[in-house]
């Protein structure tokens, strides 16, 4: 008898202190992982993760009733145990969960993206993206990582990228920069849907804005990438160098530039020749500019500007205005024609040079994208450079 009741004491004993135990640790339902207690300092930075083995499920057999004494003191000394606190490496033992060593975290940071991807060396504006191309999923990924060398003006403001594939995409895909600064990261990857037959005829295309305060848009550069060449395996990260107006050369017979703009309620396409500049001129008679609509083959409306000064870098002002249907939109294209008059009559004009704005059907790269880009901002007059090309 004294015996029975000096082990009920020891045993209400020890339910005290586990109780007492309870209220400072929190407890642990019986089918979840361990819970380690921590110091705040070393929860934000964990230098050691614990690895541990789940318990093993055994079928419990039916024991008998002289042994249910000894059970229940097992079970009390197995609760006590696992509410002790992590000693050293190897004594954690929590609900029959079995630690196996750690694992240091120090080892497996990931090193800033600055001293991964470091830009070469130079101070213009560059864009650092990675290009993949999945065969089997005819799957294009393009992975944006960061800018370096962005201007002093646009440190403040909030830089966007809008990236399409060219010619299908009209709506581009927008990415937003994390930070501020010369050189922001993005780290966005994009998925597009593209067939290998396609893959060789499209180019990727990257604009680069930077948004103000007061929410205007500013041009920043872009840059034109062929998908040319193989592309399969793994993405290796490229940089390129982004194409503003101010850095851009004259082609070999001049540029000229063109704004566009479209009125989907008016139905009405509206064109505007500022300038051009690098123009090789044959004879001192001035310089005009042709305009014209066409319609697959057909011609459907021209304008002609008036004679400029015989300079190679003349200013027309040339505005003029089409009627065009949205759904034409796909089909259209406007041809523009730089021509010398010919002091003689009867005989034609000398052509200096031609451009053709239009969707795939037409044009490609710049030419195309300046078209997409009207089409997409509706009533908003998108204005560019463009390089001359030869009359074919």
């Known amino acids: 008898m004294v015996y ?50 789940p318990p093993r499920f055994t079928s419990q057999n039916h024991a008998d009733p002289k042994n249910e004494e000894e059970k229940e003191d097992k079970e009390e000394e ?24 750690t694992v240091l975290a120090g080892l497996y940071s990931s090193p800033p993206l600055n001293e991964v991807v470091a830009p070469p060396p130079g101070m213009a504006t560059r864009l650092c993206f990675s290009v993949e191309y999945r065969h089997s999923a005819e799957q ?28 299908d995409d009209r709506r581009p895909r927008q990415a937003k920069a994390r930070g501020t600064g010369p050189d922001p990261e993005f780290n ?103 305009v014209s609509l066409q319609i697959h083959t057909q011609v459907v409306k021209m304008k002609r500007s008036c004679v400029a000064n015989s300079k190679n870098d003349p200013c027309f002002d040339h505005r003029t205005t089409f009627k065009l249907r949205s759904q034409h939109l796909d089909e259209a294209c406007l041809r523009f024609e730089l021509q010398q008059p010919n002091p003689v009559l009867s005989e034609p004009p000398a052509l200096l040079g031609v451009l053709v704005l239009g969707p795939f059907m037409y044009a490609k790269g710049p030419q195309l994208q300046h078209w997409m880009d009207m089409v997409n901002t509706p009533q908003e007059p998108v204005q560019l450079w463009h390089k001359l090309r030869r009359a074919t």
């Open 188 to 290: 966005d990857c994009f998925v597009f849907q593209v067939s290998g037959v396609c893959m060789p005829q499209s180019t990727l295309s990257v604009c680069v804005l930077s948004v103000g305060q007061e929410g205007k848009r500013h041009a920043v550069g872009r840059v034109l990438f062929p998908l040319e060449g193989e592309l399969a395996g793994a993405g290796r990260v490229l940089w390129r160098d982004l194409e503003t107006e101010d850095d851009t050369q004259c082609s070999e017979l001049g540029d000229v530039q063109i704004s566009l703009s479209y009125s989907p309620s008016l139905q009405r396409l509206s064109v505007v020749v500022p300038r051009a500049r690098g123009l090789q001129l044959l004879t001192d008679a001035g310089v005009c500019v042709q």
């Open 140 to 167: 294009l990924m393009v992975s944006l990582l960061r800018l370096a060398n962005l201007l002093p003006r646009f440190h403040g403001n909030v830089t966007l990228v809008e990236i399409r594939l060219l010619p």
């Open 4 to 53: 029975y009741l000096w082990r009920r004491r020891k045993k209400k004993k020890g339910r005290s202190q586990y109780e007492e135990l309870l209220s400072t640790t929190p407890s642990v339902p019986a089918c979840t992982a361990p819970v380690i207690l921590v110091s705040k300092e070393s929860w934000t930075r964990p230098s050691e993760i614990p690895f541990t083995l």
């Open 78 to 101: 197995m609760k006590m145990e696992a509410q002790r606190p992590l000693a050293h490496r190897g004594s954690l033992s929590v609900r029959m969960w079995y630690p196996v060593g």
